[in-house]
């Protein structure tokens, strides 16, 4: 079963982000913190990471450049899911190593379609 990594700093979206994945029998590790995401990068080794952008702290941007700069993670496939909807934001997030950009609000089938665009 396919492990999934949602990094939300809004509880309420990452619960709503993890019931869809799990729902559709992913596993689903969770946090509010992208700094925290990079350890559980480490100790989980999911196979793909779902970000917000807009997180106090490390933004989602940073975390996918510190994602992509890692020899060890290069390859862990980034879905952006955030609700910055303007083409500026969408290219700038490929440039740092997003692979898919979704922006809120979606549905279920848009997020699992997705993460199964990348898996």
Request: hydrophobic share 40%.
């Amino acid at each position: 079963m396919p492990k999934v990594l949602v990094v939300e700093d809004t509880v309420s979206e990452m619960e709503l982000i993890s019931g869809y994945l799990q729902d559709s029998g992913y596993t689903v590790i969770a946090t509010t913190d992208a700094k925290d995401a990079l350890g559980k990068i480490e100790q989980h080794q999911p196979n793909v990471v779902i970000t917000d952008l807009v997180m106090p702290g490390m933004s989602g941007l940073e975390l996918c450049r510190s994602i992509k700069k890692n020899p060890n993670t290069n390859k862990l496939p980034i879905v952006v899911c955030t609700s910055k909807d303007q083409d500026l934001d969408r290219m700038w997030a490929m440039k740092q190593g997003a692979d898919v950009y979704v922006t809120k609000p979606f549905n279920k089938e848009q997020l699992v379609r997705a993460v199964r665009s990348v898996e």
